[in-house]
Each structure stands twice: as C-alpha cells, then as structure tokens.
C-alpha cells in the first residue's frame, strides 16, 4: 500500500535505502511504487546544494509540512554530506512520477558514521516520498477495484506462442503493458496492497524475460517485498527470481539456462530464514519445483486464460498481467528446478523442525448424552454424500433425510444432493482423488507413492494435457467439495443435524454469460433458500463461496461481452450489485440464523475486492481466516477488518463422495471449524443467539502472530458454557 504520511509521521517512515562501499553503485528507494533504474553511464555533476534548495522547495509547496521540519532535515544532510560527493539527483520516469536515484557516494578521508548517514537519508528521502506535489502531480486514490483505469492488448497467438517466445519478442508483446503499470504505479495511490503485488508481479515477470533490466528487477523485488502483509511472504517474496538474478548477473547466462551459481547462491538466502517462518512456504516451492516444466506453466496459465484469447485475440489488464507474472516461471523456477529442489533439502535437512500442531490440543468432542440439543447445520455448498453421516442428518416428520433446497447451474430447481457427473468425469474420479492426496503430499514434503506417482504424470503431460487435467481436477474437486466442507461441520458432534443446501459451481472452461434473467433467479434463489432455512428452524448455515465484480468481468470478457474493458465493467458492476443486494437482503432477513463465511482465498484486501458476503457487515455474520496446523497466517488467506477468527484451513482431512479421505487447503475448510465450534456451542445451550455465540467464539480465541489473527478454540469455548445440569459434555 501506498503510505500516506502526515508531517507527523514523517520522522516514523523507513525508505528503503541500501548503502555500498566505497566508490560502488547506491540505490535509494524513495517511495514504495518506484524504482531507480540503471543510470549507469549517465553524466552526473555534484548537486549537494541542489539537493538543500530543493528540501527547501519542497518544505514550501508539500502540503502540511511546517518549517520546523525543514530545519530539522536539512541540518542533518548539511552536516553529514559534506565528506562526500553526491552524484546525479534527478528526476526521472516515463510518466509523471517522483524518483530519486543517489548512483555514487565516494567516501573521501573524513571518517562519517554510516548509520548515521543512513539515518539523516531516510528522513530526509521522506519527505521526497510525501506526495506528488514535487512536480505538481497528485495522486488519483484507488479505495476499490473499480478506481484502477481499465486496459485492452491484442496478443498475437496461444498461450504457448507467448509464454515460450525469445526475449525480444515477450518484449514488444508486452511493451505497451509495462507503460501503462508503471502509469498505474506512478499516477495512482493504491490503498490495497495485493493489486500492487500484482502489478510488481507483472514487471518483474517482464523485467526477468528481457535480460537488460536485471538490477531494475531486484529493485522491483525489494517493492514487492515491501508490500507484503504477512511475515512469511515478506522474507521469501522473489526469492528464487532474487537469487537467479545475482547469479546471472554474476555469470551470464542465456535464455532456458540456470546460472552455475544460483544454487549456491539461493541456498545461502534460505540458511538465513527462520525454518518456524518459511518452511511451509519453501517445502510447497519445492513440491511446485518437482513438477514445473514449460508444459506444466503453460497448461496452467492456458486454462485461464486461452478461453478469451481463442475468442477475441485480446486480454484485460488482470489476464495480461497474470500472463506477465508466468513468464517468471518459466524463466526462473523451470530452469533452475533442480537446483532449487537440491537447496530446498539441504534446507529442510538441516534447518526442519515439526510445526507444532496446537488443534488436538484445543479439540472439543462431544459424548453422546441425552443432554445434547440436535441441533440442524446447514451446509450451504455443492451439495453432500449423505451416506457418509449415519445419525447425523435433519430427518422429516417420516424419518427420511430432509433435503434442503437445491438448484442447477443455471438457478432452476433440482432435487438431486449432488451435481451429477459425466461420463468423463465419472471415468477418472478415482484417479483425481488419488492425485489429490499427491499434490496434498507435494505441498507438505510428505514422499508418498502418491506423490511419486503424480509427479511422474505430470512431468509427462503435453501443455494441452496439463489443461485438460486442470480442468478435471477443477470440476471433481468443486463436486467434493461439499461433502468434504460436511465433515469438518460433523466431526465429534453427535448432536448435529446436518441439511444438505446445494448450489452448482460452474467449472466450464467458458461459464454462460450472465444475464439479467439468471440475476434475478439467482436473486430468487438465495431469498428462497434462506426463507426454507428459517421455516425449518435451521441455526448455523455453512457459506465457504464467495462472489465479486471481477469474477463478473471474467464472465464478460471469456464470452466477448462489451465492446470495451470499460463498458465490460460497467455491465459487471450491474449484475454484480444484482447479486449482492440480493444475498444482503436474503441473510439480515435471517437475524436468528447464524451465517459462518470464508475471507476467500485471494491473499487480498476483501473489502477493496468487495468480495461478498465477507465485506457484508451483519450482526448474524462470521467471517472466518484460516491458519495452519501451527496457528499461523497461511499464505493464501485474504485479509479484512471483517474477518472475526481464524481456524485450521491448511491441509485439513475430511471425507469425499465415496467415503475417500483427503486433504485440502482453505478458507473453505476453515469456515466449518467454526460451524462445528457453533453447532456444540448451540448443542449444550439452544437459547444462544447469532450474536452471543459470535461472542463466545470470537472472546475465548486467542492471538496469533497479530492481535488482530484471533484462532478459535473450542476447548475453551465450549468449558464455558454451563450445561442446564452443570456438567461438562465435552471430552478432550
């Protein structure tokens, strides 16, 4: 995110500055959207005194800035610099945009302290970094995705043709791209700080392929680590790319090859990170890297994105952009897959400790007991096998399973609690819940014939075979997905009633269009499926789905749908305020139901996404992250000031049609933790309210790594509710 300084807050603020010995190239980093670019070559003349009269300057036009502070800040440079000679401070950039580039300090006789020196830079950088006013520039703000300028690029060829073309080539493919993020960098202040990963992802994608911008790009690394949320991601984000830059750097090398010294070099990056922080991120770059040949990235971006390119021959800004960001793939991690698979277990060998698992500790299962409330759960979801809950499920006044509403892909009523399956799909279900537990193994370092067996397959797939599988394994997993988000809800609660409320996720290569007919019986959809909860007394619904605006424009453009990015959004802003004022309206007018969602699974800002329903702000809504076996932050989880708790959302175990065990990873299973924590809760005291187990949830969870990551823990919660015979029913 871009900071947004006050006068007050300057002296807080670190620009991000790195200081070389004498006599060799230094880059100061003012501000976290831009970077200094190789000015090597350059002519530079000694602008110490330039320098002060333009602080001064500034101290007259930036907004808030009193002159107390231009005391303070010049006293400090005038002090300090004068034992060196500073070289080309200028202002450079394609667009309007502020960046200052301090290329050499040569350290004459006078000793100076460097911290010092580091210290009166910074602040002083600062106040350069404040705002746009040095050349009369204000920023646009971007509070929401619909802020950002929209963009259209024709692509010549496939997915392959692009992803697999020269250097120069990617470069003319992606010249006009690169001009108009680095416009967005400069020309907007972007308060949400994925969409600004996504946009450094971009560059750096471009900046790697092109072999002339390598000290650019580890500039772009450095931003894009500055834009990280999560400790994790802030030690490890580019890495591998970090690493593959110095060596080529260092060694030359050309296109397809991996430096001679990059394993040495990535290697001596990973022994310096905390195992506790990074080895759940490292060991799934390695499982990626056991796997990741030109076929595998190609068939894995392709699957996205050649629907639309197949159509009209033109991608958006997000796909163009995504594009961009798999090139580092193929340039980096394809590569030098060997070498990091090599690092990575030397790594683990010497560095691995077991992650402490703290769930079977605050585990709550309850024993049967005639003091138990049944108590009916909703799974709102793809639908469930329900052979699998024997004694588990809402029964009708005639002893049969009660069914709850259930509607096809296209919002007509159906009666079936699963989406049927083609022939297709029926013929290979075993072998994706097989590869499933492979990929699951990958993931978590675990060396299982599964895995073994998965990373052989698909080290022998064609990029047309790698999309047909991702489309397989798409379809079957949204179909397991219900059952297996069940029997997270069912686990040790032998009082839960379980209803089955099935919706269908479109998992077609290219979903129908929206339109305003299916809105509407969307819209009718929700209302009617909450009016049947409430009528059957239903007490706790399941929603691990989400909508937003952006999956509309997906819709739109894969289909050919407005003839520009502009008018594609604005009929994407229509149907998508269709369907969230309906599912707003369908749920507040349920105040005795509580609603338990996912925060989704973007690594992203929900309210600036405006994903729904976890930007909804209800009294009878909980909004749940997920965390790991640890309690820690998984990488994937997306952030906001909704999200309640977090709960176990990393490679959590359930059951599948079928009865099969597998893991999954998400804040789809993270959400039916706190179902379960809910349904014990109404199970021992039914004259809870939405509002008091929300209370007692949120109050006996515990801090995370952040004040604000509070993990559920149902052993508490559930001690402190008092039974009406004062007994305990739980058992740990």
Not at 71 to 82: A, D, E, N, S
Request: net charge neutral; aromatic share 8%; hydrophobic share 40%.
């Amino acid at each position: 995110m871009t900071e947004r300084l006050s006068s007050g807050s300057a002296l807080a603020f670190t620009a991000r500055i790195g200081i070389k010995p004498s006599g060799e190239s230094l880059a100061a980093f003012v501000h976290p959207q831009l970077s200094c670019y190789d000015l090597e070559g350059k002519s530079c003349s000694c602008l110490h005194w330039q320098l002060l009269r333009l602080f001064q300057f500034l101290f007259k036009t930036v907004p808030g800035i009193k002159p107390i502070h231009a005391t303070y800040l010049i006293r400090p440079w005038r002090r300090l610099l004068g034992p060196f000679r500073v070289f080309n401070a200028l202002f450079s950039g394609p667009f309007p945009g502020f960046e200052l580039c301090l290329l050499q300090c040569i350290h004459q006789k006078r000793d100076v302290s460097m911290s010092k020196l580091n210290r009166a830079i910074n602040v002083a950088l600062t106040t350069l970094a404040l705002s746009g006013a040095a050349n009369g520039q204000t920023k646009k703000e971007v509070r929401s995705i619909d802020d950002l300028p929209q963009f259209s690029y024709p692509i010549k060829g496939t997915v392959a043709d692009v992803l697999s073309s020269p250097p120069a080539s990617f470069e003319a493919t992606v010249s006009q791209m690169r001009v108009d993020i680095d416009r967005v960098l400069n020309d907007y202040d972007i308060h949400d700080s994925a969409t600004l990963r996504g946009l450094l992802q971009a560059k750096l994608g471009a900046q790697i392929a092109s072999g002339k911008e390598d000290k650019a790009a580890l500039a772009t690394i450095e931003q894009l680590r500055s834009h990280q949320d999560k400790e994790e991601a802030r030690l490890i984000a580019g890495l591998a790319p970090q690493a593959f830059l110095e060596a080529r750097m260092a060694d030359g090398t050309s296109p397809g090859t991996c430096p001679k010294s990059f394993e040495s070099i990535y290697a001596k990056k990973l022994d310096a990170l905390p195992w506790a922080t990074v080895g759940v991120a490292e060991t799934r770059l390695k499982g990626l890297a056991q796997v990741a040949n030109n076929n595998f990235v190609i068939g894995m971006t392709a699957q996205d994105i050649e629907p639309t390119l197949d159509r009209s021959h033109t991608l958006s800004s997000l796909p163009a952009w995504q594009l961009m960001a798999a090139r580092t793939n193929m340039d980096v991690i394809v590569p030098c897959r060997t070498q990091i698979v090599a690092a990575t277990d030397s790594y683990i060998h010497h560095s691995a400790v077991q992650k402490a698992d703290i769930w079977s500790a605050r585990d709550a299962v309850l024993q049967q007991d005639a003091k138990l409330t049944p108590m009916p759960v909703a799974i709102w979801d793809s639908g469930f096998d329900a052979s699998l809950f024997p004694g588990q499920l809402l029964l009708s006044k005639d002893n049969k399973q009660l069914m709850g509403p259930a509607y096809d892909i296209d919002y007509r009523p159906t009666h079936e609690p699963l989406a049927p399956l083609s022939a297709q799909d029926k013929a290979v279900y075993s072998k994706i819940v097989a590869d499933s537990n492979g990929i699951s193994d990958l993931q978590t370092g675990i060396d299982s014939p599964a895995a073994a067996a998965f990373r052989q397959q698909a080290s022998a797939m064609s990029p047309a075979q790698m999309k047909d599988f991702m489309q397989a394994y798409s379809s079957l997993e949204s179909y397991m997905h219900g059952t297996h988000v069940a029997g997270i809800a069912a686990s040790g609660n032998p009082a839960i009633r379980l209803v089955n409320a099935r919706i269908t996720y479109d998992t077609r290569l290219v979903p129908a269009p929206p339109t305003d007919e299916e809105l509407k019986r969307n819209v009718a959809a929700y209302r009617d499926t909450v009016a049947w909860f409430r009528a059957h007394h239903i007490r706790v619904v399941n929603m691990s789905w989400w909508s937003r605006p952006s999956s509309y424009e997906d819709l739109l453009e894969k289909n050919g749908i407005g003839k520009t990015p502009d008018e594609r959004k604005a009929f994407a802003r229509h149907y998508f305020n269709m369907e969230r004022d309906g599912l707003y309206a369908a749920l507040k007018s349920a105040p005795d139901i509580l609603f338990v969602t996912i925060a989704g699974n973007n690594n992203s800002d929900n309210a600036f996404e405006e994903t729904i329903p976890s930007s909804f702000k209800l009294p009878n809504l909980l909004v749940v992250g997920a965390v790991d076996q640890a309690g820690q932050q998984t990488n994937f989880t997306s952030t906001g000031q909704n999200i309640g708790v977090y709960a176990d959302g990393y490679e959590v175990e359930s059951v599948v049609p079928g009865g099969a065990k597998v893991h999954m990873s998400g804040t789809s299973m993270a959400a039916p933790e706190v179902t379960n924590l809910a349904a014990k809760l109404l199970a021992i005291d039914p004259k809870l309210t939405p509002e008091q187990l929300i209370a007692v949830i949120t109050r006996t969870a515990d801090p995370g790594e952040s004040p604000t990551i509070r993990r559920i823990n149902p052993k508490l919660a559930v001690s402190s509710i008092v039974t009406p015979g004062g007994g305990d029913t739980s058992s740990h």
